[in-house]
């Protein structure tokens, strides 16, 4: 559905979802390499989302548990460094 919108980082259209993975930096003798893993992340544009440019957000456990976050604090104030990409920050492999 958004993949059109993704290969331009344009505007997505409602009901466009991301599912991604939070690591845990692992600095091995000055090099940065992925640690464990923290947490999925899930993005889904909705007009429900006022308050989150659009989307809704929400974090899963490795083991699938929610987790309890304030999207406003803990995901979309981030994301507004990425108003120009439709918050986004995934950009498509050239």
Same mark, same amino acid.
């Given at each position: 559905?958004?993949?059109?919108?993704?290969?331009?980082?344009?505007?997505?259209?409602?009901?466009?979802?991301? /599912?991604?993975?939070?690591?845990?930096?692992?600095?091995?003798?000055?090099?940065?390499?992925?640690?464990?893993?923290?947490?999925?992340?899930?993005?889904?544009?909705?007009?429900?989302? /006022?308050?989150?440019?659009?989307?809704?957000?929400?974090?899963?456990?490795?083991?699938?548990?929610?987790?309890?976050?304030?999207?406003?604090?803990?995901?979309?104030?981030?994301?507004?460094?990425?108003?120009?990409?439709?918050?986004?920050?995934?950009?498509?492999?050239?």
């Amino acid at each position: 559905m958004g993949m059109a919108a993704f290969k331009k980082s344009g505007a997505y259209p409602e009901g466009t979802i991301f /599912v991604g993975k939070v690591y845990a930096a692992d600095d091995q003798k000055g090099a940065l390499n992925e640690g464990n893993m923290c947490f999925y992340t899930y993005m889904e544009k909705n007009s429900k989302g /006022v308050d989150t440019g659009g989307w809704l957000f929400a974090a899963f456990s490795p083991e699938g548990k929610f987790l309890e976050k304030d999207v406003k604090k803990e995901c979309f104030d981030c994301h507004t460094s990425q108003r120009d990409a439709d918050y986004v920050f995934s950009k498509p492999l050239k």
